[in-house]
């Protein structure tokens, strides 16, 4: 659906100054049809270059949604927003046609922001799984996520960091990439990151950030309403996992369990192609212990 309205909802401050080259937004939610079992997307609006192609029924009833930027990336000072509702019961899978591509920032305009503001409602499911953001060199970036979880809602929610155009040679030559994200499970914030990397002064490999990795990667995997003993099985169960994975100055991982109702994963690695692997496998193995459903990888559309 190609959007005829303007979406407007509260933004988070970007702290950012310098005038702004594209503002626009978009609104997807998602409704269970109980008699069908299937989730449709009940409404749709967004602004260019933002579009969203249709959704497609996964075998399970899930929706299937992919995000795509008309104009190939994102230009500095442009000021984009992202709003999903997953109402009740509701599974949506949502995902991207290719990688976040952050262009070199001119001088004269605000920092690119992207603000995601994600609800998943009593019962209902989003699995976020997008391709890896790739800032280019001299990107300046800055994104605001925030997330809130009602009763029995789950979320499988990964973001992935490039170093840059690594085919070009191109590695950690960006400005700044900053993200902030916060994660609420019935109004209680369970999980708070705050990720600021500014390669040309602050030195990406030392032990503090990525030390020899190339590539990062962040997991949320949460299911409102599990107790405590539930999650420990699950974190010592997808930490055995991981251990298996995990290969010394390849590939690094590491699984922690929040205040409540989820778990974080980390996951390092030397070379991209081994990143959504990775968490593609960790997916499967979280959805099938904390659902006892497989997990379907989404097709891709170009």
Same mark, same amino acid.
């Given at each position: 659906?190609? /959007?005829?309205?303007?979406? #407007? *909802?509260?933004?988070?401050? !970007? ?6 080259? =594209? %503002? @626009? ?8 049809? /109980?008699?069908?079992?299937? #989730? *449709?997307?009940?409404?749709? !609006? ?6 969203? =192609? %249709? @959704? ?247």
């Amino acid at each position: 659906m190609t /959007a005829t309205a303007k979406v #407007t *909802f509260g933004e988070i401050a !970007s702290d950012s100054s310098g005038p702004s080259r =594209v %503002r @626009a937004a978009m609104q997807l939610d998602f409704a269970r049809d /109980a008699a069908r079992n299937i #989730t *449709f997307l009940a409404r749709s !609006s967004y602004e260019a270059p933002l579009k969203a =192609v %249709r @959704a497609f029924a996964l075998e399970d009833g899930t929706a299937l949604v992919h995000l795509h930027n008309v104009s190939g990336g994102l230009l500095g000072g442009d000021h984009l927003t992202l709003k999903i509702d997953v109402r009740r019961e509701a599974f949506a899978q949502i995902t991207t046609t290719g990688a976040t591509r952050v262009y070199r920032h001119r001088g004269e305009f605000s920092p690119t922001t992207q603000c995601n503001h994600f609800a998943v409602g009593e019962g209902a499911l989003l699995e976020y799984l997008p391709d890896a953001t790739i800032p280019f060199a001299g990107a300046n970036y800055m994104q605001r996520t925030s997330i809130e979880l009602a009763k029995g809602a789950g979320l499988f929610w990964w973001e992935i960091l490039a170093p840059g155009r690594e085919a070009s040679g191109e590695l950690f030559e960006y400005h700044q990439f900053e993200m902030r994200t916060c994660v609420r499970s019935l109004g209680r914030k369970i999980a708070e990151e705050n990720i600021c990397l500014r390669p040309a002064s602050r030195e990406i490999s030392s032990l503090a950030r990525l030390g020899p990795y190339r590539y990062a990667a962040t997991f949320y995997i949460c299911r409102v309403g599990l107790d405590a003993s539930a999650w420990r099985k699950a974190e010592d169960h997808l930490r055995r996992f991981t251990t298996e994975l995990t290969r010394p100055g390849e590939i690094l991982w590491g699984v922690s369990s929040l205040v409540s109702d989820g778990l974080v994963a980390k996951f390092l690695a030397r070379r991209g192609h081994e990143v959504l692997p990775g968490l593609q496998a960790l997916w499967r193995e979280a959805k099938l212990f904390l659902y006892g459903r497989a997990a379907i990888p989404p097709r891709k559309v170009n």
